[in-house]
């Protein structure tokens, strides 16, 4: 599956942002999938993740209550809402997926779980 993230910018403290990926190539709702980022220096780590379905959704401790993750399987995309942006917050975000045949409700938290990458979309939240 090929994934192109979008709608990074740069954004003031407290400000709120709409993240999109955009998924073609494999059928779309055979896809877990997940964001994560990966501040300067840092680790990626895990932001949100959702089933095929979209009937289960998984947060990092750290966003929860600022983050919400959905999903639409006709128009093929995932979108990560984002509110409250903090400084900390400033990061690339990458979008992933899993595609293989398997139930409704499962979702990853892990890197290694996902096989498919896009390029990632900057996030700068100026304090």
């Known amino acids: 599956v090929q994934l192109q993230a979008s709608g990074g910018g740069l954004v003031q403290a407290g400000a709120s942002l709409r993240l999109s990926c955009a998924a073609s190539?494999?059928?779309?709702?055979?896809?877990?999938m997940g964001w994560f980022r990966q501040a300067p220096e840092k680790e990626r780590e895990f932001v949100a993740g959702?089933?095929?379905?979209?009937?289960?959704?998984r947060y990092a401790d750290s966003l929860k209550g600022r983050v919400t993750i959905s999903r639409d399987n006709v128009k093929n995309t995932v979108v990560l809402q984002m509110d409250s942006l903090k400084s900390e917050d400033t990061a690339v975000y990458y979008c992933?997926?899993?595609?293989?045949?398997?139930?409704?409700?499962?979702?990853?938290?892990?890197?290694?779980?996902?096989?498919?990458w896009g390029q990632g979309t900057l996030v700068t939240v100026s304090s």
């Open positions: 992933a997926a899993k595609c293989a045949y398997g139930n409704s409700y499962s979702t990853y938290s892990t890197a290694t779980d996902f096989d498919s």
């Open positions: 190539g494999r059928t779309f709702s055979n896809c877990v």
């Open positions: 959702i089933s095929r379905s979209g009937s289960n959704r």
